[in-house]
């Protein structure tokens, strides 16, 4: 095997090849999205790329009792081995021949490719075997007949009782309720007689607030409570623990929430008016949900689409997917003062049972970015340079940056060519939820596709 490492193409990037005859070679798919090229070499470009080769060597190694540059190759030979020689050859010649190769096939790299080079009788030149991942085929469904029901609902008085209820909830405060036994719901103040050792919110000799049926302390604590009035003693069983809690009930206190009015509605808010508010609670609400809905629509959409589609994932682009979500969770950590490495011992994982738990979800995003470049080819989706300048804006707004630096910032590496990518992933999608919509299905034209509004929210 001779390793060298070529850059990886994106999809439709082309190899720069020299204009030359066709290379002699058959080529076979396998599974993984794997292309393997088996390349014949004639004698005379081996024999020429030997030659490039001393060249390229005599300049750099000096040999004894020569001026460098002046050595004999067949002294070269001798000095830096027969197999240096080879080495330094096939350097240039295999990257060369392979990008004509892959350009004759038609295929993809999305990978660094690995050579197998075999000799063969004197005079018959070389044959290499050139195995890369390549850019995978995908084959999609009849999409614009695809139909997915939408799940929409609407916003009811009951949904906006419950916000309401919620605000109310919020400015309440808690009261005696004297003689009253206490109820679930009711907070019960509590001096601590005796528990056992290790329970930290219930000390002997201090006062604790429980609130009976909220759960934060041991259900047998809150269930003894419930009926207690001031002024009574209670004793339950330590949860998992050996011995008894006791307390006295110093006294029980219950919620006043402030009446349903006007002036509620001003207190909580810029309305002046208790119908007001509930309107207001109501377009919000409907808002949210329309967002919601959409979302999970969308999501709704790839999924059957995906069930449908074949492809054949090169485990490359699976692993790259992967490296990027690791980077982005590290980018997310760092605001919190959080490194990787500290995330993940209070996690009790190390980075590869995070990078394997994060498989499945890489795996999907790359079919479904696979799956949108390709309905964007076939619909032919174009970018218009007010998308681009919105979105370069919406980033900018986003960030909290200006023009300037935002642009500046997408103009490095790949940015920009990732932000259009994604833009257009956008106008897919949208095209393909717009076949999928059963409630504007028979709207669609046949070209609407390329002009379908992107939607917001992540993307797929």
Known sequence: MVAIRLPAAPKEAHLGVMATAPVKMEWKTE???????????????????????????????????????????????????????????????????????????GVTPVSQPSFE???????????????????PQVTLPDYRSLRVPRD???????????????????????????????????????????????????????EALVEVGGG?????????????????DRTAPADGTEGAIAVHVVDV???ELPPLDDAFARTVSNQSTLAALRDSLRQRLMTERAETEDREY??????????????????????????????????RLQPRGLSLDTYLRSQDRDEARLRADLRSAAERRVRAHLLLNEVAEREGIILSEEEISAAVKNLADESREDMQKTQAWLAQGERLTGLREFLRRQKALAAL?????????????????PQAEAPGGSAS
């Open 216 to 232: 934060l302390l041991s259900s047998e604590l809150e269930t003894a409570l419930e009926g207690a009035r001031a002024g009574e």
């Open 253 to 255: 206190r219950r919620k």
């Open 31 to 105: 599974p993984g999205s794997r292309a393997v090229l088996n390349i014949e070499i004639p004698e005379d470009d081996v024999n020429r790329a030997l030659d490039r080769a001393y060249t390229t060597l005599v300049q750099r190694v000096m040999v004894p009792g020569f001026r460098r540059g002046k050595a004999p190759r067949a002294v070269l030979e001798r000095h830096v081995g027969a197999e240096a020689l080879k080495e330094q050859a096939f350097k240039d010649l295999l990257p060369e021949r392979y990008a004509q190769a892959v350009a004759q096939a």
């Open 298 to 331: 969308r999501d709704r959409v790839m999924e059957a689409l995906l069930a449908q589609a074949a492809i054949d994932l090169p485990e490359s682009l699976v692993q790259r997917e992967i490296d990027h979500m690791v980077e982005d969770l590290a980018k």
């Open 117 to 135: 080079v075999k000799e063969v009788p004197e005079g018959k030149g070389l044959r290499m075997t050139a195995t890369v991942e390549i850019y």
């Open 433 to 449: 939820v717009a076949f999928a919509s059963e409630r504007s299905a028979g709207d669609v034209a046949p070209d609407a596709g």
């Open 152 to 206: 929409d609902r609407p916003v009811t008085d009951h949904d906006i009782d419950q916000v309401v209820e919620d605000l109310r909830a919020r400015q309440g405060h808690l009261a005696s309720a004297g003689a009253e036994p206490a109820r679930r719901g009711d907070f019960v103040l509590v001096r601590v007689d005796r528990a056992p050792e290790g329970m930290e919110r219930l000390q002997p000799g201090k």
